[in-house]
Every structure is written in structure tokens, then in C-alpha cells.
């Protein structure tokens, strides 16, 4: 290991505040804070004599096993270090041959039938088969295996009913008719079902070494993985190095030989690290926002994701929809991203990203509009109109939950204000570590809370399908009348082929959600931060993950 990485595990292991997508803190030092002083101007060129990637992946990944991680600190990793049956373009975000060097799709929709390229390989020397995706996408599906993301799957025929227990492993139907020949049955026609095999969570693995070992993913001595890179060092909650993988199909394309991330969860550390020229790209402080969003190392764009907050719908205040919308008119959306986050970010007036480009020409924002504003007269109105229907003189104690982060902890106070200007109620504020509040959030314990969706491919459906019956997503757990007519909408919509009358079906879907403020959208995310001059081609799509495939320096 290198004194660069050294250092990096120093700082790494001082600093104590979970990263996110975009942290801060007050305590920046003046040499690191100032916009005006040289070195916070541009970074230094990274020192190392191997022209090393030195990139900070903010959290330990939760797990690299595929239907596990499901979240972007496991999927950064994984989409780096293995590979499904097609991957996300360099220049766009469409599926190109991966694993699957070609494809036919039968006349009605139904039937995709992959073929395995001969030079598919695991790192442990044995080819990836079909028979390797026909045990993955079953296992995805799988109960016992309790993946948050099974319902990536139920695409599949059959998938849903295996995972749910009212069909077996049997009758979903994906098959491996030979060692290069896969076979896919879909429920419905699904014109992106090509992005949704480049999914992390549709990844394959390595059936003997999965069950040899339950733990064969939080080791790098039985790690067995296919992608451009393989990990050859894992300190856990330190850093990993990842290392190119000579024996991927495509090795002639990656260019870069070592990445090495460290795991660094305070943004403020991370910054310093990339002015110092120890990272080659950084996430800006909040409190700098303003001052580098013009910067020449800047890069912007926009992310399909949302940051919003959860009502949990069978708990005291929030059974009752018109005081759910009373929170969602009382919050100053503009002025959260404005002044708390200073990234650009849009605020939030649906639950849908608006950048999805809708077939009726446009896109799916232009032709949606906003379903609600920022109006504390009228926020007013829905508190009092829902107090009298649940017969309240007082409003029930509301607590805002949220995971660890200077960010959040901002933007919370800020919300807190709001709703105490707007409605002249105290919402008390409960912060926990990451990995408390997500257990804790997931079994329904918090009832008013910060949640976060990242979309992975790109479809509006990616959005609207979480709250469908089976979803681990929907965690502020809607049912009742209106939620099996917003599920028969949104399964209407599964067999519908004509584009623009699908597309109206998930507009009357997502009108449903926003009027029954099953969920409080704050903002839409994006991507912004600094890249080293030195380096290029770090791709990050509208939907997706970080893509390093092509990655590389600038001679």
C-alpha cells in the first residue's frame, strides 16, 4: 500500500460524519474554505508515480453482493467490478453488448433470447455461462435471499410469484437453453428491459462460490467477479483498490491500471484531500456551492433521483391525507435549494424526475406541470380542515427523522422553521448513523423522515412502480381503495404498447401519489463536482452508476 493511500486512511479514520450526496460542515479551516485563497482555486496534479485513480466512494459499500448492496456505495463499486448482459453506453445512457454479445427479441415482446460471448470470464479463471445469469436472476428473486431490490426482477414471468411464495423457482421463466444461450420470458412487452439486465442487481455471480461461502462477497480472497476491474485490496470502512481486470472481454479499452478509494465520509476532508491533489475528484462543500458553481473543474449535470421525505400513512397524524398535504404546501422548497444545498439542484413538485423525455414530444416535466406550490395559507387550510376531521385539538408530537450529516442536519432545521412559520406547530428533530436509521426506516419505525431514490434506468415506471404492492420501497406503507386504483393504473400501464397512452397512464398515477401526499418531495438531484483536469472520460448518466470502463488520463 502507498503513503498516499496511507494518508488517505489517516484522515479517513478521523472524520465522522456520514457522507452523502452533498454534505457540509461549519468547522472548513480558512485555508480550505476560502474561494479566493490560490490553492482552493484549482487542484494539484495527484503525486503518484503510477498514475493511480485516487477517487473517495464516501461510504463502506453495504454489500458486493448484487441483490444485497442496493445502494450507491455498494453500486459505484460493483458496476466497476462486474457486468451484466448489456452495460450503459460511454456517450449515452442505452445498453450496449456486454456479457450478452448479441440479442434477438421475438416478434411480440415477450421472448429475449442473449447470447454469452466465448470470452466471458470470471476472475478465477472459469467462463461466465447463462447458466450463471439463469442462477442470478432466480436467486434476485428468491425469498431466502431477502433482496430489497427483488422487484427488479418481476419483469420477468413468473418472478413476482417466486418471490412473493405463491409460485416456485420452476415457473419463472428464464432459462439457459445452452452454456451461451439465455432464455427471457417477460410478463409484459418491455421496450427498455435491455437497461434494466445493465443493472447492478441483475448482475450475475458465481453460483459455487456463493455457496460455498455466505460471506464470498466481504472478502477479497473469495470475491470472484467479471467487470473491467477486480478488487485486490478491501480494508473495511478504510478503502479499497480496485485493479484491471486482464482477463475482462474488453481489457483493450480500460486504460487506467490502479484505482484506489478511500472511504472518507466527511465532504469537507474530501475536498481538502483533492485541493491537496491526493483525490482526482471531489464533492464541493455546501457552504462553497455558490463560489465554484462556475468553476473549470466543475462538472454538472443532471442525476434521476429525488431527495423527499416519508408520512407513514398508519401512523398518528399522517392516516390523514389533507394534513399530509398541509406539510407539502408549508415548505419553502426554493430556498432549501437556494440556501441550504447552493448545488443547483431543482426543487421538487411531483414525485417523477421531469428530465425523462416523454413520446409525445417534450419531456415528462413540460407535459406534467407541478401538483402543488409553496402556499402557507393554504397549508394552513389542509391542517385545520384535517385536524377537524380526525377530531385533534392538538396536533399529535410530529418527529423528523434523518440519517447523520451536516446536510441534513441543516436542511432539517430549516424544514423545522418552515413548518413552524407556516403552520405554528414544533416538529421535533432524530438523527442516527446511516446504518441504524436505514434498518430503522425500513421496519417502519419512523413515521415523518428523510428518504432518498436513486433511478436506474430510464423510464418514469422506475419511479412509480415502488409503491406496488411487494415493494420494500414502500415504506410508509400505503394501502386502501386508492392504492389498489393507482395499483391497477400503474400494472394498466405494464400492458399498454403504445407509448403515449402508456406514458398517459403514469401521469394519472403519479397525479394519484401527489394527491393523496403519499410522499413530500423536497428536491431533485444532480451531479455536481470537481474533476483533476488530468483526468477524463469519469462518465456519470442521467440514470445509472459511475462508470470507469473508460477512464482516462490526459497525456
Known sequence: MNKKLIMLLLVGLISSVLFLAACSSDETSQESSDPTDESSDTSEAPSGDDRTLYLNNGQEPTSLDPPI????????????????????????????????????VSEDGLVYTFYIRDDAEWTNGEPVTAFDFEYSFKRLANPETASPAASHAYWIAGAEDYNSGEGSEEDMLVEALDERTLEVTLRYPVDFFLSIVAMPQMFPVHQETVEADSNWAGSVDTLVTNGPFKVTEWAHDDYLVLEKNETYWDAG?????????????????????????DLHVSEVPADLGEEYLDHPEMYMAPRSGIEYQFFHTQTEPFQNKNIRKAFMYAINREDIVEYVNKSGEPAAYGWVHPDFEH??????????????????????????????EEGYDELPTVTLSYNTSDLHSTRSQAIQEMLRDSLDIEVELFNQEWEVFRDRSNEGEFHYFRGSYLGGYNDPINYLDNFLPGSGFNRGDWEGDVHQQYVDIVNASYEEADPEKRFELLMEAEEILMEEAIVNPIYFYNRSYLVNPEVENVITHFVGFTELKWARFVD
Request: charged residues 25%; aromatic residues 10%.
Open 69 to 104: 448492496g442496493n445502494d450507491e456505495a455498494s453500486y459505484n463499486i460493483l458496476n466497476n467490478v462486474m457486468e451484466g448482459l448489456t452495460r450503459l453506453a460511454k456517450d449515452a445512457p442505452v445498453p450496449e453488448p456486454a456479457m450478452a454479445e448479441s440479442w434477438d
Open 359 to 388: 413520446p409525445a414530444g417534450g419531456t415528462w416535466g413540460e407535459n406534467v406541470g407541478e401538483y402543488f406550490e409553496y402556499d402557507p395559507e393554504k397549508a394552513r387550510e389542509y391542517l385545520a380542515l384535517g385536524m377537524e
Open 253 to 277: 479499452t480500460v486504460e487506467v491500471e490502479t484505482i484506489e478509494y478511500a472511504i472518507v465520509d466527511d465532504v469537507n476532508t474530501a475536498f481538502s484531500l483533492y485541493q491537496a491533489g
